[in-house]
């Protein structure tokens, strides 16, 4: 880049836009002589690039500032503008140290708040491409600075940049030459070039025209089961390209108002990349809302790219970005109107950040919402997180659509959006982005298939102690007592300290503990320059984030009197997560307690409804056979209104009693007794047991039953009462039926097709005479592509004695009174 050919112009320009250069330095009407040009390095980094310069170096400058920071400056309190000016100084560095720390000098100086100075030295090749690092530096800096900035100003901040080379003067006029050089990038900031680089501008196009975008793509996995439910295609530009990173391709397509070719192009490369996804699997694509009310933008373009490559629009998710406003929202809507009504499915991107809110997304109605990392960070040890969330799943479902979690980096985390309810998930602990799609490691999938388990048997599984967790204030293992002590006068509400080495925990200290041990004779003399190890209790209780809470309740009180109420240390694979207080975990339990409270029945204490919707909703998520079992009894209404409700009662226990202990003596470890109200029960059990199970059952009931009837009506056989047609009559003795159906859970099957098919084996049960036995000879329901309604042979319902083909007659006859027919 050549030089100014006047020095003096180059210098007032610099006045002119440089407070630190005062009028002092140079006299009214007088020229400046080189010795009074002000020093911009001073000390050791003057004499480095002094050194550098010696030998012969090339030296360059770059500058970045905030555009129209004057004005910034008056419409806000100084402190927001001077931390502005703070973060542009940080992420300069940041970016610096990141991108130029391989030339021999890379010196970075904040001029005034809003402007940063870089000074870079190298040899004559490593500067001539100083314009274009210039650009890519400006719009790497502007997208680390953007969420500070609409944090402490709600909107975001445009950044400029020029450069220029500082050329001649030797090492005497360094000073001026540096001055000289700084004038001239201020210049080409506030000039068109400081928006948008030339080179950079051919690059872009040529990665475009080229065909240059890569897809990599990352898994978006469903987390009841574990397999992958789609794949997020994400952008990439070249790798030897500053382009590589996604954020910059898009930042300075917006900035040359070329969003539209970009995703055309990035759309083209997700589609024909997909060609090895899994069976069943849908592609996500990330769109720019603004890309549909572009004037080049044609809907039939995507459906012409799922034509080329054997696609269908219900195998695409169109991910539209929170992070962008649209202004247009009636076209928005026609337009997005459109994709729904060909077949394609909306999700939201960045749910919890940018301009979008709950209102705007319930217009927009997606199909999913993908919850914003920044949420999902450390949620296992954030309450307030969790609410949110909780918030967004309750939301989700009003409006019928679901939530994909973004950003899970740890299995506290992974475990903790399960219990929640999450819907899917996506981050590194899943799966990082790759070409060609990686699939979650095995350990991953079953880790998900575990803990959904436990999320949806309440009754069974207490939570993990990690859904009461919040963040710990922790210390350092090196550090002093007087710090902690600082730390607790500063923090009234603090009431414990953890001691950690390497992320994990060495030990605890409680803030009546220290102020005991300080307020002591010498206690403040003694310890304020000590070691906390010196201090700290090194047995304090730490547990793993699964264990459940009832667990580390018992161990937190099976401790020493004066530990009883320290709080409970929250690790994951040893690492400290969280930190949990004793008044905290016994509020827990008492929820617990009284949500158990109303999931039983009252009478039997056995799960109720909801709890049997549950477990039937785990074996279906794991997709194990089983076989459920309606059991009822037969004439009990008569039977209670003769004997009455106590009695009616008595009759209702020894059942439930019966059938818990044909359960445990025929049963597996994994089957399930529920008391849906009244006289019916449910069984749920292996297919492998289930006749078993029920013989005994039916044993035990026909020899325990004639004991609740009084001899006479016992030994006649049947008593006499009004049923429920209002009828007066003669009923007999109390009997239990029991239909049995054949459950495959290959693929999902909902209450109503259950209740149903077990409705229609009870009925058939019941018509039979005496205790009866009916299992149901349909194919099994959830079995894929099976047609679980086809009747066979009248009623479609039989008992089975073995597997037969439908056509194999219908139903048999009705049994002896008081047999079993099975």
């Given at each position: 880049?050549?030089?100014?050919?006047?020095r003096?112009?180059?210098?007032?320009t610099?006045?002119?836009?440089?407070p630190?250069?005062?009028?002092?330095?140079?006299?009214?009407?007088?020229?400046a002589?080189?010795a009074q040009?002000p020093q911009?390095?001073r000390?050791?980094?003057?004499?480095q690039?002094a050194?550098?310069?010696g030998?012969g170096?090339?030296?360059?400058?770059?500058l970045?500032?905030?555009q129209?920071f004057s004005l910034?400056r008056r419409?806000?309190?100084?402190e927001?503008?001077?931390a502005?000016g703070?973060?542009l100084?940080?992420?300069v560095?940041?970016?610096?140290v990141?991108r130029?720390?391989?030339?021999?000098v890379c010196?970075?100086e904040?001029?005034d708040?809003g402007?940063?100075?870089?000074?870079?030295?190298g040899n004559?090749?490593a500067?001539?491409?100083?314009?274009r690092?210039t650009?890519?530096?400006?719009?790497?800096?502007?997208g680390?600075?953007?969420?500070?900035?609409m944090?402490?100003?709600g909107q975001e901040?445009?950044?400029?940049?020029?450069?220029?080379?500082v050329?001649?003067?030797?090492?005497a006029?360094?000073?001026?030459?540096?001055a000289s050089a700084?004038?001239?990038?201020?210049r080409l900031a506030?000039?068109?070039a400081?928006?948008c680089?030339?080179?950079m501008q051919?690059?872009?196009r040529?990665?475009?025209?080229?065909?240059?975008?890569?897809?990599?793509?990352?898994?978006?996995?469903?987390?009841?089961?574990?397999?992958?439910?789609a794949w997020?295609?994400?952008?990439r530009?070249p790798?030897?390209?500053?382009?590589?990173?996604p954020?910059?391709?898009?930042d300075?397509?917006?900035?040359s108002?070329s969003?539209f070719?970009?995703e055309?192009?990035c759309?083209?490369?997700?589609i024909?990349g997909?060609?090895?996804?899994q069976e069943g699997?849908r592609?996500f694509c990330?769109?720019?809302?603004r890309?549909?009310l572009?004037?080049?933008?044609?809907?039939g373009e995507?459906?012409?790219l799922?034509d080329?490559?054997g696609?269908?629009p219900?195998d695409v998710?169109?991910?539209i970005?929170e992070r962008?406003s649209?202004?247009?929202?009636?076209?928005f809507h026609?337009?997005?109107?459109?994709?729904?009504?060909?077949?394609?499915?909306?999700a939201?991107d960045?749910?919890?950040?940018?301009?979008?809110?709950l209102a705007?997304i319930?217009?927009?109605?997606?199909?999913f919402?993908?919850?914003?990392?920044?949420?999902?960070?450390?949620?296992?040890a954030?309450p307030v997180?969790?609410?949110?969330l909780?918030?967004?799943?309750?939301f989700?479902?009003?409006?019928?659509?679901?939530?994909?979690?973004?950003?899970i980096?740890?299995?506290?985390?992974?475990?903790c959006l399960?219990?929640?309810?999450a819907?899917?998930?996506q981050?590194?602990?899943?799966?990082r982005?790759?070409?060609p799609?990686a699939?979650?490691?095995?350990d991953?999938r079953?880790a998900?298939v575990?803990?959904?388990?436990?999320?949806?048997?309440g009754l069974?599984?207490a939570?993990?102690i990690?859904?009461?967790?919040e963040?710990?204030?922790?210390?350092?293992?090196?550090?002093q007592v007087?710090e902690v002590?600082r730390?607790?006068?500063?923090?009234?509400?603090?009431?414990?300290?953890v001691?950690?080495?390497?992320g994990?925990?060495?030990g605890?200290?409680?803030s009546?503990?220290?102020d005991?041990?300080?307020?002591?004779?010498?206690?403040?003399?003694?310890?304020s320059?000590?070691?906390?190890?010196?201090?700290?209790?090194?047995?304090?209780l730490?547990?793993?984030?699964d264990?459940?809470v009832e667990?580390?309740?018992?161990?937190?009180m099976?401790?020493?009197?004066?530990k009883l109420?320290?709080p409970?240390?929250v690790t994951c694979r040893g690492?400290l997560?969280?930190?949990?207080?004793?008044?905290?975990?016994?509020?827990?339990l008492?929820?617990?307690?009284v949500?158990m409270?109303?999931?039983?029945?009252?009478?039997?204490?056995?799960?109720?409804n909801?709890a049997?919707?549950?477990?039937i909703a785990r074996?279906?998520?794991?997709?194990?056979p089983?076989?459920?079992?309606?059991?009822?009894l037969?004439n009990?209404?008569?039977?209670n209104?003769?004997?009455g409700?106590q009695?009616?009662?008595?009759?209702i226990l020894?059942?439930?009693?019966?059938l818990a202990?044909?359960?445990?003596?025929?049963?597996?470890?994994?089957?399930?007794l529920?008391h849906?109200?009244?006289?019916?029960?449910?069984l749920?059990?292996?297919?492998?047991?289930?006749?078993?199970v029920?013989?005994a059952?039916?044993?035990?009931?026909?020899?325990?039953?004639p004991?609740?009837?009084?001899?006479?009506?016992r030994e006649r056989g049947?008593?006499?009462?009004q049923?429920?047609?209002?009828?007066?009559g003669r009923?007999?003795l109390?009997?239990?039926?029991m239909?049995v159906?054949d459950?495959?859970f290959?693929v999902?099957?909902?209450?109503d097709?259950?209740?149903?098919r077990?409705?229609?084996?009870?009925k058939f049960a019941?018509?039979?005479?005496?205790?009866?036995?009916?299992r149901d000879r349909?194919?099994p329901?959830?079995?894929?592509?099976?047609?679980?309604?086809?009747r066979?042979?009248g009623e479609?319902?039989?008992?089975?004695e073995?597997?037969?083909?439908?056509?194999a007659g219908?139903?048999?006859?009705?049994?002896?009174p008081?047999g079993?027919?099975i």
């Amino acid at each position: 880049m050549a030089g100014p050919t006047s020095r003096q112009p180059m210098l007032r320009t610099f006045m002119q836009f440089s407070p630190r250069f005062e009028q002092r330095f140079i006299p009214e009407g007088a020229a400046a002589p080189v010795a009074q040009a002000p020093q911009l390095l001073r000390g050791k980094r003057r004499t480095q690039v002094a050194g550098h310069m010696g030998l012969g170096g090339a030296l360059g400058v770059i500058l970045l500032e905030i555009q129209d920071f004057s004005l910034l400056r008056r419409l806000v309190r100084p402190e927001v503008a001077e931390a502005l000016g703070e973060a542009l100084e940080r992420e300069v560095r940041a970016v610096a140290v990141a991108r130029l720390s391989a030339l021999p000098v890379c010196l970075v100086e904040r001029l005034d708040p809003g402007r940063a100075l870089l000074v870079v030295g190298g040899n004559g090749a490593a500067l001539d491409a100083l314009e274009r690092t210039t650009a890519g530096l400006r719009l790497e800096v502007r997208g680390r600075l953007r969420a500070e900035a609409m944090r402490l100003t709600g909107q975001e901040m445009e950044l400029r940049g020029g450069a220029a080379l500082v050329l001649g003067g030797g090492v005497a006029g360094l000073d001026m030459a540096l001055a000289s050089a700084l004038a001239e990038a201020s210049r080409l900031a506030r000039s068109e070039a400081g928006k948008c680089a030339s080179p950079m501008q051919r690059e872009f196009r040529e990665i475009l025209e080229l065909g240059r975008v890569r897809a990599v793509y990352q898994p978006i996995v469903n987390l009841r089961s574990g397999t992958v439910f789609a794949w997020e295609a994400l952008a990439r530009g070249p790798a030897d390209s500053v382009f590589a990173s996604p954020a910059m391709l898009f930042d300075f397509a917006e900035e040359s108002a070329s969003v539209f070719a970009l995703e055309k192009a990035c759309r083209e490369a997700a589609i024909g990349g997909f060609s090895a996804r899994q069976e069943g699997a849908r592609l996500f694509c990330n769109i720019h809302p603004r890309t549909m009310l572009d004037p080049a933008f044609t809907p039939g373009e995507t459906r012409k790219l799922l034509d080329k490559y054997g696609m269908e629009p219900r195998d695409v998710v169109l991910e539209i970005t929170e992070r962008h406003s649209v202004k247009d929202f009636n076209l928005f809507h026609r337009t997005l109107a459109h994709y729904r009504d060909a077949g394609y499915g909306v999700a939201v991107d960045d749910v919890g950040t940018g301009y979008s809110g709950l209102a705007s997304i319930a217009e927009i109605k997606p199909d999913f919402m993908k919850i914003d990392m920044s949420l999902v960070r450390g949620i296992d040890a954030n309450p307030v997180k969790r609410a949110l969330l909780e918030t967004m799943l309750a939301f989700a479902e009003k409006i019928g659509c679901r939530i994909v979690a973004e950003g899970i980096e740890t299995e506290s985390e992974l475990a903790c959006l399960i219990r929640l309810g999450a819907h899917f998930g996506q981050g590194y602990f899943l799966g990082r982005p790759a070409t060609p799609p990686a699939t979650p490691a095995e350990d991953v999938r079953l880790a998900i298939v575990s803990g959904s388990n436990q999320a949806v048997d309440g009754l069974k599984c207490a939570s993990p102690i990690s859904d009461l967790a919040e963040r710990p204030n922790q210390v350092p293992h090196d550090a002093q007592v007087g710090e902690v002590k600082r730390f607790f006068d500063a923090d009234e509400a603090a009431q414990a300290v953890v001691v950690v080495r390497d992320g994990r925990p060495e030990g605890l200290i409680m803030s009546h503990h220290l102020d005991r041990l300080l307020s002591s004779q010498y206690g403040l003399a003694l310890f304020s320059r000590r070691d906390v190890s010196r201090i700290m209790d090194p047995q304090c209780l730490a547990v793993e984030w699964d264990t459940p809470v009832e667990v580390a309740a018992q161990a937190a009180m099976a401790r020493d009197r004066d530990k009883l109420y320290d709080p409970i240390l929250v690790t994951c694979r040893g690492r400290l997560s969280g930190i949990v207080s004793v008044q905290k975990i016994l509020d827990a339990l008492a929820c617990v307690q009284v949500e158990m409270a109303k999931g039983a029945n009252p009478l039997t204490g056995l799960p109720g409804n909801v709890a049997i919707e549950r477990e039937i909703a785990r074996r279906a998520v794991v997709g194990t056979p089983a076989c459920l079992v309606y059991v009822d009894l037969d004439n009990f209404k008569v039977f209670n209104d003769v004997y009455g409700f106590q009695n009616g009662d008595k009759a209702i226990l020894m059942t439930a009693r019966i059938l818990a202990e044909a359960l445990a003596s025929k049963g597996g470890e994994d089957d399930f007794l529920g008391h849906v109200g009244g006289d019916d029960f449910v069984l749920l059990c292996s297919c492998d047991t289930v006749e078993p199970v029920c013989r005994a059952a039916i044993d035990a009931f026909a020899a325990a039953s004639p004991a609740l009837y009084g001899p006479e009506d016992r030994e006649r056989g049947y008593i006499e009462g009004q049923g429920r047609d209002g009828r007066l009559g003669r009923f007999g003795l109390l009997t239990v039926s029991m239909g049995v159906i054949d459950c495959a859970f290959a693929v999902a099957v909902t209450m109503d097709e259950l209740g149903q098919r077990a409705a229609a084996v009870k009925k058939f049960a019941k018509s039979r005479q005496g205790n009866s036995l009916v299992r149901d000879r349909r194919n099994p329901l959830g079995l894929p592509g099976d047609p679980s309604e086809r009747r066979v042979g009248g009623e479609g319902v039989g008992e089975k004695e073995e597997r037969m083909p439908p056509a194999a007659g219908g139903l048999r006859p009705p049994a002896p009174p008081n047999g079993d027919s099975i």
